[in-house]
């Protein structure tokens, strides 16, 4: 373990009586929109950030006004799956106390924006009262565990989130705070002390993140995980999972030592072990990951620092156990699949899309009024999927039709009109409310597609899905280095673009131009989208064909992320 000093985090942690701070009494003063610093970091633990509103920020210093602060409210929903009613909840609540939209994120969560200090309190605890929770949404604990949503593919698909909402529950953290600041709950005397049995009074060095992917599908991007589990099924039985290790995208710009890792498969475990496998897995980042620099803390240093074999030593140590031999498996895409689909019980589930996961009304598509009258008469329930989409599911056969006449009163369902590239496209939230924002991405993606369509029309690969994410800063919150096209925020207006990702989600991507301008981004990728048309071989998905054209160079693995970029990508245009 490190003896450098601990990280500002950790003394706000071991202070805080398991997270309570003085965020109740922050709460309470009326006076101001804000709470301390040190409680915006523990408020991140019960599933809200502060955020001030970037758009206002310079008419409101010229006026010398503070900030326009207000929260974002992250709801945890293991696998993705709510209620119709409890659709209606939040959609309620959207409007009750937030912007009057709902991200839906890449982990399967919704999110409210602007929600004012003086309303958390009250939202947290409406979200409770819908049966949902926002504990352990963002901290330095396990968040929202992703699963394959679909329901219409197997049974396998109902164990596996059973599965994840098993290692939701048994990784939540079990502090009184939660239920003491936002639910009223009795302050707990001294004679009941607090536990934490699996995380201490330190919580974990860094957020941690687990997947379980269902095999072909790789929607919920497996090795962007700090855990990933693969499921292994042999005749029609679900038999275990392979154990994926050390993912994560985050980097920082010009700095090497801080790269996107793709997680490594190091053995297979029978599914009764995986809640075991998990718990150890958080264990050994519990106690070995980097406390010092947080920058430095996420389980893929830890086993790029040690090496993958000291890793597993470890674990196997830790399980009492070994791991056995990873099985075969083989992931076709990562995207997700669009339309309606039939069960095997003869129920019916609609994919629908969802642009950069905003669900909000405009007067040419009223997403949002649409999906709450479905809500409201909706016998199945809705799923959130990874790729910010959701899926309208277990609809019964006598109940399609009527949904069927909702979906066209409103204009929704018109996926078969998109183009396969805005199909598969991903932007995080950025401008407005992410303070860490370079640049736009959910804002300005959807226009830099509609221009990036001309040319895929043009060549005939309307039909043709090609993985495109942005984001707007290199914190890779839409997993831009698993996409055939990335495109990261450096500056207002300018994005790095990367290339060569896998379809599958399966390698990294590649540095193809640094600082590129908005408005130079076609020019520059029309000439590729043209030679991808005319020189592609049968099947070549454009991440691959990228590499075999000489565009950029494969990357083997995180720490080769920033080697053998061509020194052209480095000149600003
Ligand atoms: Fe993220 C921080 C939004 C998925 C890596 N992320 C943030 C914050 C909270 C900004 C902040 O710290 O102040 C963003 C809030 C913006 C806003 O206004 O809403 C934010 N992240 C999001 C969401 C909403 C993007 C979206 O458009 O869907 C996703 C919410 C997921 C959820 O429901 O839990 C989101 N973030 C991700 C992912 C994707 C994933 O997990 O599959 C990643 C990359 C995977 C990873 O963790 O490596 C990701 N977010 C980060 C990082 C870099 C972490 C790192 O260790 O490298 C940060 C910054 C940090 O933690 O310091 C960050
Ligand atoms: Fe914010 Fe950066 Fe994440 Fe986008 S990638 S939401 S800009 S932290």
Same mark, same amino acid.
């Given at each position: 373990?490190?003896?450098?000093?601990?990280?500002?985090?950790?003394?706000?942690?071991?202070?805080?009586?398991?997270?309570?701070?003085?965020?109740?009494?922050?709460?309470?003063?009326?006076?101001?929109?804000?709470?301390?610093?040190?409680?915006?970091?523990?408020?991140?633990?019960?599933?809200?950030?502060?955020?001030?509103?970037?758009?206002?920020?310079?008419?409101?210093?010229?006026?010398?006004?503070?900030?326009?602060?207000?929260?974002?409210?992250?709801?945890?929903?293991?696998?993705?799956?709510?209620?119709?009613?409890?659709?209606?909840? @939040?959609?309620?609540?959207?409007?009750?106390?937030?912007?009057?939209?709902?991200?839906?994120?890449?982990?399967?969560?919704?999110?409210?924006?602007?929600?004012?200090?003086?309303? %958390?309190?009250?939202?947290?605890? +409406?979200?409770?009262?819908?049966?949902?929770?926002?504990?352990?949404?963002?901290?330095?604990?396990?968040?929202?565990? &992703?699963?394959?949503?679909?329901?219409?593919?197997?049974?396998?698909?109902? !164990?596996?989130?059973?599965?994840?909402?098993?290692?939701?529950?048994?990784?939540?953290?079990?502090?009184?705070?939660?239920?003491?600041?936002?639910?009223? $709950?009795?302050?707990?005397?001294?004679?009941?002390?607090?536990? #934490?049995?699996?995380?201490?009074?330190?919580?974990?060095?860094?957020?941690?993140?687990?997947?379980?992917?269902?095999?072909?599908?790789?929607?919920?991007?497996?090795?962007?995980?700090?855990?990933?589990?693969?499921?292994?099924? #042999?005749?029609?039985?679900?038999?275990?999972?392979?154990?994926? @290790?050390?993912?994560? &995208?985050?980097?920082?710009?010009?700095?090497?030592?801080?790269?996107?890792?793709?997680?490594?498969?190091?053995?297979?475990?029978?599914?009764?072990?995986?809640?075991?496998?998990?718990?150890?897995?958080? &264990?050994?980042?519990?106690?070995?990951?980097?406390?010092?620099?947080?920058?430095?803390?996420?389980?893929?240093?830890?086993?790029?620092?040690?090496?993958?074999?000291?890793?597993?030593?470890?674990?196997?140590? /830790?399980?009492?156990?070994?791991?056995?031999?990873?099985?075969?498996?083989?992931?076709?895409?990562? $995207?997700?699949?669009?339309?309606?689909?039939?069960?095997?019980?003869?129920?019916?589930? %609609?994919?629908?899309?969802?642009? $950069?996961?905003?669900?909000?009304?405009?007067?040419?598509?009223?997403?949002?009024?649409?999906?709450?009258?479905?809500?409201?008469?909706?016998?199945?329930?809705?799923?959130?999927? +990874?790729?910010?989409? %959701?899926?309208?599911?277990?609809?019964?056969?006598?109940?399609?039709?009527?949904? #069927?006449?909702?979906?066209? !009163?409103? $204009?929704?369902?018109?996926?078969?009109?998109?183009? *396969?590239?805005?199909?598969?496209?991903?932007?995080? @939230?950025?401008?407005?409310?992410?303070?860490?924002?370079? *640049? #736009?991405?959910?804002? /300005?993606?959807?226009?830099?597609?509609?221009?990036?369509?001309?040319?895929? !029309? *043009?060549?005939?690969?309307?039909?043709?899905?090609?993985?495109?994410?942005?984001?707007?800063c290199p914190n890779g919150c839409a997993r831009p280095f698993l996409a055939e096209i990335g495109f990261v925020g450096r500056a207002p207006g300018r994005y790095n673009v990367y290339l060569g990702g896998g379809f599958a989600g399966q390698r990294l991507s590649k540095l193809f131009r640094e600082s590129v301008r908005a408005e130079?981004?076609?020019?520059?990728?029309?000439?590729?989208?043209?030679?991808?048309?005319?020189?592609?071989?049968?099947?070549?998905?454009?991440?691959?064909?990228?590499?075999?054209?000489?565009?950029?160079?494969?990357?083997?693995?995180?720490?080769?992320?920033?080697?053998?970029?061509?020194?052209?990508?480095?000149?600003?245009?």
């Open positions: 373990m490190s003896e450098k000093p601990l990280s500002a985090n950790e003394g706000i942690k071991i202070n805080s009586n398991y997270l309570r701070g003085t965020i109740a009494e922050g709460l309470a003063d009326a006076s101001n929109g804000v709470i301390s610093a040190d409680d915006q970091q523990l408020l991140k633990f019960h599933g809200a950030y502060q955020q001030d509103d970037r758009d206002l920020r310079s008419s409101r210093r010229k006026q010398k006004l503070e900030k326009a602060y207000s929260f974002l409210v992250r709801i945890r929903v293991p696998g993705g799956v709510v209620s119709a009613a409890q659709w209606l909840e @939040v959609d309620r609540l959207a409007t009750e106390f937030a912007n009057g939209t709902i991200k839906l994120t890449t982990r399967q969560a919704f999110q409210f924006h602007g929600v004012i200090k003086s309303d %958390l309190k009250r939202t947290i605890a +409406a979200i409770n009262h819908a049966a949902l929770s926002t504990i352990a949404a963002c901290g330095d604990v396990n968040r929202n565990v &992703m699963c394959n949503p679909n329901p219409h593919l197997s049974s396998i698909h109902a !164990e596996a989130l059973q599965l994840a909402q098993g290692l939701s529950d048994h990784l939540t953290p079990q502090t009184r705070a939660y239920h003491e600041i936002w639910l009223d $709950g009795e302050s707990v005397l001294s004679s009941e002390p607090d536990v #934490e049995p699996l995380y201490g009074k330190t919580y974990l060095p860094r957020k941690f993140k687990i997947a379980i992917a269902v095999p072909p599908s790789n929607d919920v991007d497996a090795f962007a995980n700090d855990l990933a589990f693969i499921a292994v099924v #042999e005749g029609d039985k679900l038999v275990g999972f392979n154990v994926a @290790v050390g993912g994560g &995208m985050g980097m920082s710009h010009g700095v090497e030592g801080s790269f996107p890792r793709l997680a490594e498969v190091i053995g297979f475990c029978p599914t009764q072990q995986v809640i075991d496998v998990a718990e150890k897995v958080v &264990m050994v980042q519990r106690d070995f990951g980097d406390r010092s620099d947080r920058r430095n803390a996420r389980l893929k240093y830890t086993i790029q620092d040690h090496g993958l074999p000291w890793f597993v030593e470890q674990l196997h140590s /830790y399980l009492g156990y070994e791991l056995e031999s990873a099985r075969a498996y083989q992931f076709d895409d990562n $995207g997700d699949r669009y339309g309606w689909f039939e069960d095997e019980r003869g129920n019916f589930h %609609l994919n629908l899309f969802v642009q $950069g996961g905003r669900v909000l009304d405009t007067p040419a598509y009223p997403l949002r009024s649409g999906l709450r009258e479905i809500a409201k008469i909706h016998q199945g329930d809705f799923r959130l999927t +990874a790729n910010q989409n %959701l899926v309208i599911a277990n609809i019964s056969p006598e109940q399609r039709p009527q949904i #069927e006449e909702l979906l066209k !009163e409103f $204009g929704i369902s018109d996926s078969h009109r998109q183009s *396969a590239l805005r199909l598969s496209s991903l932007a995080c @939230v950025a401008l407005p409310t992410c303070g860490l924002a370079l *640049a #736009e991405a959910e804002r /300005y993606l959807p226009d830099l597609l509609t221009e990036l369509e001309n040319s895929i !029309e *043009a060549h005939g690969l309307r039909h043709d899905a090609i993985t495109i994410r942005m984001t707007g130079a981004i076609k020019p520059l990728l029309d000439p590729l989208i043209a030679d991808y048309a005319n020189a592609r071989n049968l099947g070549e998905r454009f991440g691959d064909f990228c590499i075999r054209a000489g565009y950029v160079v494969a990357t083997q693995q995180g720490a080769d992320f920033h080697q053998n970029v061509n020194p052209e990508a480095l000149a600003v245009r």
